[in-house]
């Protein structure tokens, strides 16, 4: 799976989500931000348990399911900028590169 295969599938099932042309840029950002939340929220519950402190707990399946769930929503606001996000964060990944000093990059081919 890549960016590109995302956004494929992504775009498809935005398609066929009932209301999903009701879904504006807030929406999407709105939607953003409550998928941080919630892997935040799993992140506490699995630091909870690490440190023994009593209250409902999260394993590492619940975060990875948050962290998928980040990138969806992440792409979906994406795609309504009309952003590539596969060039977005090697463009991004390559300048934080440069401004360190450290050599590895992404080449011109992702
Ligand atoms: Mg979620």
Redesign the pocket.
């Known amino acids: 799976m890549d960016f590109g295969r995302l956004r494929e599938v992504n775009d498809a099932r935005r398609r066929e989500w009932p209301g999903d042309e009701q879904a504006d840029l807030g929406f999407r950002a709105l939607e953003v931000a409550?998928?941080a939340g919630?892997?935040c929220e799993a992140m506490k519950k699995y630091l909870r348990q690490q440190k023994g402190i009593a209250g409902s707990t999260a394993t590492l399946d619940d975060i990875a399911?948050?962290m998928a769930?980040c990138l969806i929503a992440v792409d979906l606001l994406a795609s309504q900028l009309g952003i590539d996000l596969g060039q977005a964060v090697a463009r991004k990944f390559n300048r934080t590169s440069e401004k360190y000093g450290l050599k590895t990059r992404f080449g011109e081919d992702g």
């Open positions: 409550g998928e919630e892997l399911d948050e769930d």
